[in-house]
Nanobody, 128 residues
Framework: QVQLVESGGGLVQSGGSLRLSCAASGRTSSGCVMGWFRQAPGKEREFVAAISRSGLTTYYADSVKGRFTISRDNAKNTAYLQMNSLKPEDTAVYSC?????????????????????WGQGTQVTVSS
């Protein structure tokens, strides 16, 4: 079993930055692919970014490419999402997911069904 706790959300002005953290606990957490998703009011949850177990491979949604960076520190069992140049349309609840070891390629990790564990989410609000 893996437990995930997100933190780092808040209110920021357009053009600002935030860094989200996803702390994982559980015996197998370091072996999981990690991903970030977001859900805006009235919309379905959408993929943001994913990172391989080693941290060497990443994958991003087109809407955040060049602005957001996903990373992880396996020694701390924590994944991060650095968000720069934030826009009002980035406002959402951001959740992290963890997927047990899989042969699926990193691009496949854009699908929610690939994840086995989820955190509760953290609110990010970007004002114009």
């Amino acid at each position: 079993q893996v437990q995930l706790v997100e933190s780092g959300g808040g209110l920021v002005q357009s053009g600002g930055s935030l860094r989200l953290s996803c702390a994982a606990s559980g015996r197998t957490s370091s072996g999981c692919v990690m991903g970030w998703f977001r859900q805006a009011p009235g919309k379905e949850r959408e993929f943001v970014a994913a990172i391989s177990r080693s941290g060497l491979t990443t994958y991003y949604a087109d809407s955040v490419k060049g602005r957001f960076t996903i990373s992880r520190d396996n020694a701390k069992n924590t994944a991060y999402l650095q968000m720069n140049s934030l826009k009002p349309e980035d406002t959402a609840v951001y959740s992290c997911g963890a997927a047990r070891p899989t042969l699926a390629g990193i691009a496949t990790m854009r699908y929610q069904s690939e994840y086995d564990y989820w955190g509760q989410g953290t609110q990010v609000t970007v004002s114009s």
